[in-house]
């Protein structure tokens, strides 16, 4: 099962911060959170990745708790082809290829 | 950046037939790729883990013998599915990991539909 929680769905205006939250309160030491999302009938997209330090690419950043017990995936201008289910995923990263457990998401709605 | 293809995008076939869906790593090596299967609005869940040159590892509650999977090279994996039922129309989805500095890559999915 999912390590991870998230809301079912949230809602942004076109040009605005969307701001996903994610809490993963049992995250281990050496577990990084993996941002992805899934555009309709598409496989998911790799966003970022972080460990403790907030991070940013070109697509969003990403802002870790201090505890590391919950983290926020920011898209700093939402457009329309944003909308996307949101998973947020623990992974170990660096070791064995383990596979990624995917948990609900956060459908976003992206409205003009 | 690292791509995999996985192909075809859609099929349709009857009941009772079998589907081979192929996913390949363009530019990189895959020694291990990942199976997963899609219903409607429900999550991803990981069906079997594809291992270059050895047998496949499946998830509980997976037949092996309906899911046949081949990884007989560094760059694809097939996965076919065996007597199709209309239980199976999915959304089948293989991914792998280009490198420890990237995030897993995804193909694009296929949609089966068994009539």
């Known amino acids: 099962d999912a390590k991870t929680t998230q809301p079912p769905s949230m809602d942004c205006a076109e040009g605005r911060a969307a701001n996903l939250p994610c809490n993963h309160s049992?995250?281990?030491?050496?577990?990084?959170v993996y941002w992805y999302r899934q555009i309709h009938s598409q496989g998911p997209q790799y966003i970022i990745h972080?460990?403790?330090n907030n991070e940013t690419n070109e697509m969003a950043s990403l802002i870790i708790t201090e505890d590391r017990k919950s983290s926020t995936l920011i898209l700093p201008h939402a457009t329309l082809r944003d909308t996307a289910v949101y998973y947020c995923i623990d992974y170990i990263y660096g070791g064995s290829q383990g596979n990624l457990i995917f948990g609900k998401g956060t459908k976003l709605s992206v409205k003009p | 950046g690292a791509v995999v293809s996985q192909h075809p995008s859609w099929v349709i076939c009857k009941s009772g037939t079998s589907v081979k869906i192929e996913c390949r790593s363009l530019d990189f090596q895959a020694t291990t790729m990942f199976w997963y299967r899609q219903f409607p609005k429900q999550s991803l869940m990981l069906m079997a883990t594809s291992n270059e040159g050895s047998k496949a590892t499946y998830e509980q509650g997976v037949e092996k013998d309906k899911f046949l999977i081949n990884h007989a090279s560094l760059t694809l994996s097939t996965l076919t599915v065996t007597s199709a039922h209309p239980e199976d129309s999915s959304f089948y989805i293989c991914?792998?990991?280009?490198?420890?500095?990237?995030?897993?890559?995804f193909g694009s999915g296929t949609r089966l539909t068994v009539v």
């Open positions: 972080g460990l403790k």
């Open positions: 049992t995250i281990s030491g050496n577990e990084y």
């Open positions: 991914s792998a990991m280009p490198g420890l500095d990237y995030g897993y890559t």
